[in-house]
T-cell receptor, first 113, second 108 residues
Framework: DAGVIQSPRHEVTEMGQEVTLRCKPI?????LFWYRQTMMRGLELLIY????????DSGMPEDRFSAKMPNASFSTLKIQPSEPRDSAVYFC???????????FGDGTRLSIL | KNEVEQSPQNLTAQEGEFITINCSYS?????LHWLQQHPGGGIVSLFM???GKKKHGRLIATINIQEKHSSLHITASHPRDSAVYIC??????????FGTGTSLTVIP
């Protein structure tokens, strides 16, 4: 079975531009998580979904960030407008019933210039 | 104060050595996770445990709920074990708290 698939792997864009990160969870998994990793703050949970419904978005840094999960096989994390401090690696992970170890995607390395 | 503390931050070992990484946490949890992140950046979930001990190959994870402490042991360490090991705890409602990681280097 394919793992969690994230795209793009790398994104470089200018400050102020809209950025969209994509994630395809493992088929059948009902929980999806978005994380951000930086040198300064380590790994942080941004938001998670259960059965496509956002459950906890308290980790989303500010209104410039939004996440959607229109169906069980696709989620997006959008930043608009982007700022240099958003530069980080963004990971998506999925799991079944939230009680099993999570499967992580390879991450999207985002650089905002 | 961090909810999850790991020690040591950095660890260098000779191939074959027995390695222990420690994790202490200060909140009530539903589960504790050990993650491995290789230099290429990918993250793999090694263990998810809420009590006792789990073993997978040369890796062993233990947890003491009363003491709010977990250890990750690597027996017969190998250079390919070189990675960052991250402890995380999940709380009811799926809140997650992460440690800052332990960077392990195993020298041949």
């Amino acid at each position: 079975d394919a793992g969690v698939i994230q795209s793009p792997r790398h994104e470089v864009t200018e400050m102020g531009q809209e950025v969209t990160l994509r994630c395809k969870p493992i088929s059948g998994h009902d929980y999806l998580f978005w994380y951000r990793q930086t040198m300064m703050r380590g790994l942080e949970l941004l938001i998670y979904f259960n059965n496509n419904v956002p459950i906890d978005d308290s980790g989303m840094p500010e209104d410039r960030f939004s996440a959607k999960m229109p169906n069980a096989s696709f989620s997006t994390l959008k930043i608009q407008p982007s700022e240099p401090r958003d530069s980080a690696v963004y990971f998506c992970a999925s799991t079944l019933r939230g009680r099993k170890p999570q499967h992580f995607g390879d991450g999207t390395r985002l650089s905002i210039l | 104060k961090n909810e999850v503390e790991q020690s040591p931050q950095n660890l260098t070992a000779q191939e074959g050595e027995f390695i222990t990484i420690n994790c202490s946490y200060s909140v009530g949890i539903s589960a504790l996770h050990w993650l491995q992140q290789h230099p290429g950046g990918g993250i793999v979930s090694l263990f998810m445990l809420s009590s006792g001990k789990k073993k997978h190959g040369r890796l062993i994870a233990t947890i003491n709920i009363q003491e709010k402490h977990s250890s990750l042991h690597i027996t017969a360490s190998h250079p390919r074990d070189s990675a960052v090991y991250i402890c995380a705890v999940s709380r009811p409602g799926n809140q997650f708290y992460f440690g800052t990681g332990t960077s392990l280097t195993v020298i041949p």
